[in-house]
């Protein structure tokens, strides 16, 4: 078993770490103090890393339960990805093409945003932090079949939402 590092093994978490949180929280602010909470909370937990199987998976838990913690006391989810930075593909040249692939990307965003919390959380750490199924029922503390279910149903919504916004325009 090997020695586990905080400044090799924590500090390189802390933009997947950021990510989870935001998605959880929708709030960029949020999500920057839930990654500070937890980068604490894991560096107090010091004495135990040597019997944690995965820092990862044990870093990823804490963050996900502070940020469900802080929705719950906010008691408010209205708010919204904006404030995260667009990246225009460069293959779109034309600006017509341009305004169309941003207007596409935000209305995946706002379909994503609008995801029930434990189907967002599986599908970010599926899909954008390309987790295993394994490891996202242990981050989730759910079942395997839980997380497939969810994420299943996370990309059945967006995708049904998203071809009715696209065939209606709306």
């Known amino acids: ?11 390189p978490l802390k933009n997947t770490l950021y990510r989870l949180a935001l998605r959880i929280t929708l709030n960029t602010a949020e999500a920057e103090d839930i990654v500070q909470d937890t980068l604490i909370k894991v560096w107090d937990k010091r004495e135990g890393w040597d019997d944690i199987e995965s820092i990862e998976a044990f870093s990823m838990t804490i963050c996900r339960n502070l940020a469900l913690d802080r929705i719950k006391k906010a008691d408010n989810q209205n708010g919204s ?4 930075p ?20 935000e209305l995946v965003r706002r ?17 954008f932090e390309g987790k295993s199924y394994r490891e996202i029922a242990e981050i989730l503390a759910i079942t395997e079949e839980q997380v497939k279910v969810n994420i299943f149903r996370a990309r059945q919504a967006i995708k049904t939402r998203f071809k009715e916004f696209d065939n209606y325009g709306l």
Request: some cysteine; hydrophobic content about 35%.
């Open 1 to 11: 078993m090997k020695k586990i590092s905080f400044r090799n093994d924590v500090l």
């Open 86 to 105: 667009f990246e225009t593909p460069d293959a779109a040249s034309d600006p017509y093409e341009q305004m169309i692939q941003k207007d596409r990307v």
């Open 81 to 84: 990805l904006d404030a995260v």
């Open 111 to 127: 379909l994503v945003d609008s995801l029930p919390e434990k189907q967002r959380s599986c599908m970010q750490l599926r899909d």
